[in-house]
């Protein structure tokens, strides 16, 4: 069974699309088989930084924006990537006449089947059935497509930057979450959040360690260690699509940083995973501990 994480933020330009190909690509390094769903329709960032813009392409290659508009599997666009154990669901942004794709709306018109669309169609698909991991890429909302992917997901992981405005949002970002958790998705499990680009300035970036861990007390959420630095590598990638594990050395700032979050990330897994299953055998009868 794949284990599937929403990379959810409701504000813009937070680090979620780098933050989803970096940990997709380490996972697969690891020898993971991992596939990132691209769910962030009118952008297709990951699509883009990944497999290139597929819209533009003579051949019209197929993605999920399709299959939720004219039916199929997601088996259809399911598509290898250069990176062995990556593969990608994209989104094509422009459907076959050019006109863009508004899933949003799709969704919004079918009403409570458009909010499990995307949970029935990971379901059903064989392809996904196979990977070890699933990540899902989100737009920089909370409206129902993020609400569907965390529908579909067992996690979500928040990446924050040091901005206030992106502190005050991930607030907003935990409680849809939690709220997703308690009426629809009660395996939804919350990873936690951590800092996909860290201020240079020091008192910046002390304000902002005291306030995340201010609010990972309070909400009871986990404030990752890791701390991803910013680094001027990063806004090359996605036009020569590489991640920073192609392009810098282990010791390289970011590079180093997204190892680390990754470890912390498998750790957090089993943690959470050991716990459930105590739970779990608890509850069984004649197996209490
Ligand atoms: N650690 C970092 N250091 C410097 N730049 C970074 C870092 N992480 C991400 N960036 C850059 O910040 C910008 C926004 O990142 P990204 O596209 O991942 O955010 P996003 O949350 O997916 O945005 P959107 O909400 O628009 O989808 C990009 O130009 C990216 O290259
Ligand atoms: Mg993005």
Not at 65 to 82: K, P, Q, R
Not at 117 to 130: A, M, V
Not at 152 to 175: C, R
């Amino acid at each position: 069974m794949p284990r599937i994480i929403s990379i959810t933020g409701q504000k813009g330009g937070v680090g979620k699309t780098t933050s989803t190909i970096h940990i997709a690509s380490r996972l697969a390094d690891l020898g993971f088989k991992t596939c990132i769903i691209d769910f962030d329709t009118t952008q297709s960032n990951v699509t883009r930084s990944t497999i290139g813009p597929i819209w533009e392409s003579e051949q019209k290659v197929r993605g999920i924006c399709d299959v939720m508009a004219n039916g199929g599997s997601l088996d259809e666009v399911f598509y290898e990537t250069e990176r062995e154990n990556l593969f990608i669901i994209p989104s094509e942004k422009k459907d076959a006449r050019g006109a863009n794709y508004n899933i949003e709306a799709l969704l919004n018109q079918l009403g409570l089947e458009g909010f499990n669309l995307l949970k029935e169609l990971i379901e059903n698909s064989e392809r996904l059935g196979e990977c070890h991991f699933i990540l899902i890429d989100n737009a920089p909302s909370l409206g129902i497509t993020t609400v569907s992917s965390l529908l579909a997901a067992d996690y979500f992981l928040i990446p924050v930057q040091t901005s206030d405005l992106s502190m005050e949002s991930i607030g907003d970002t935990i409680t849809a979450g939690l709220k997703v958790k308690k009426l629809q998705n009660p395996y939804l499990e919350p990873l936690g959040f951590f800092i996909s680009s860290m201020d240079k300035r020091p008192k910046m970036a002390k304000k902002a360690i005291v306030e995340l861990s201010d609010l990972s007390e309070k909400t009871g959420i986990h404030f990752f260690e890791t701390v991803i630095p910013i680094s001027s590598k990063f806004a090359f990638l996605p036009r020569e699509r590489k991640t920073i594990f192609d392009v810098t050395k282990a010791s390289e700032r970011g590079h180093k940083e997204y190892l680390g979050l990754v470890d912390e990330m498998l750790e957090r897994i089993k943690a959470i995973e050991t716990q459930e299953a105590q739970l779990t055998s608890k509850r069984l009868p004649g197996k209490e501990a």
